[in-house]
């Protein structure tokens, strides 16, 4: 079993940039993939991105790619997601997540464990 614990949100300027980080305790992060979801208000709970076990392969939703990037640090079981050039529609509650499988995935129902979330606030 893993704790996850979100933090380094914020409100941000559209164009500027926010580094989130996921600590986890319990189990070693190095034995799950890793993903981050968003959720704004009144919508469902979507992808952002993922990164395997090793990092050594990675996934984003296309409405982030390029902008931001997942980067782990398995010996201080911490996860990141580095945003750059941010949008008002990035504006949602982000959350981190494990999955026990070999595989990373894309999908919500597909991850074991959440954190409890983060705010993160785009204005325009």
């Known amino acids: 079993q893993v704790q996850l614990v979100e933090s380094g949100g914020g409100l941000v300027q559209a164009g500027g940039s926010l580094r989130l980080s996921c600590a986890a305790s319990g189990r070693t992060t190095s034995s799950y993939a890793m993903g981050w979801f968003r959720q704004a208000p009144g919508k469902e709970r979507e992808f952002v991105a993922a990164?395997?076990?090793?990092?050594?392969?990675?996934s984003y939703s296309n409405s982030v790619k390029g902008r931001f990037t997942i980067s782990r640090d398995n010996a201080k079981n911490t996860l990141y997601l580095q945003m750059y050039n941010l949008k008002p529609e990035d504006t949602g509650v982000y959350y981190c997540?494990?999955?026990?499988?070999?595989?990373?995935?894309?999908?919500?129902?597909?991850?074991?464990?959440w954190g409890q979330g983060t705010q993160v606030t785009v204005s325009s």
């Open positions: 997540a494990a999955d026990a499988s070999i595989l990373i995935t894309t999908k919500a129902f597909g991850y074991d464990y």
């Open positions: 990164i395997s076990r090793s990092g050594g392969s990675t």
